[in-house]
């Protein structure tokens, strides 16, 4: 699978922002999928994720504010962020992952600033 992520940028606290990760190659609903973040000087860490029966979770950091979903007919995964806070900046990325095989697949992510 190839992921492509897209939507970020710079955002005031308290704004929104939608990212997206288009993924190709592959039957789209055989995989789950997942948001992660990577502040600078910080582990990549997981945001929320969505299996291929449509299931969801949330880090504890993000409920209430980011919201996870697919549109399977145009093969693409979202991340609604909602509320953002400074501690929210990082680099966003997309991982795969096949319900089969358990082989994973990254994007090449997508930087989020949240900043006055």
């Known amino acids: 699978v190839q992921l492509v992520e897209s939507g970020g940028g710079l955002v005031q606290p308290g704004g929104s922002l939608r990212l997206s990760c288009a993924a190709s190659?592959?039957?789209?609903?055989?995989?789950?999928y997942a948001w992660f973040r990577q502040a600078p000087g910080k582990q990549r860490e997981l945001v929320a994720e969505i299996d291929s029966g449509g299931n969801t979770h949330n880090a504890d950091s993000v409920k209430g504010r980011f919201t996870i979903s697919r549109d399977i007919s145009q093969r693409t995964v979202y991340l609604q962020m909602n509320s953002l806070k400074p501690e929210d900046t990082g680099v966003y990325y997309c991982?795969?992952?096949?319900?089969?095989?358990?082989?994973?697949?990254w994007g090449q992510g997508t930087q989020v600033t949240v900043s006055a």
């Open positions: 991982r795969s992952k096949s319900t089969y095989s358990g082989l994973e697949s």
């Open positions: 190659g592959s039957i789209f609903s055989l995989y789950d």
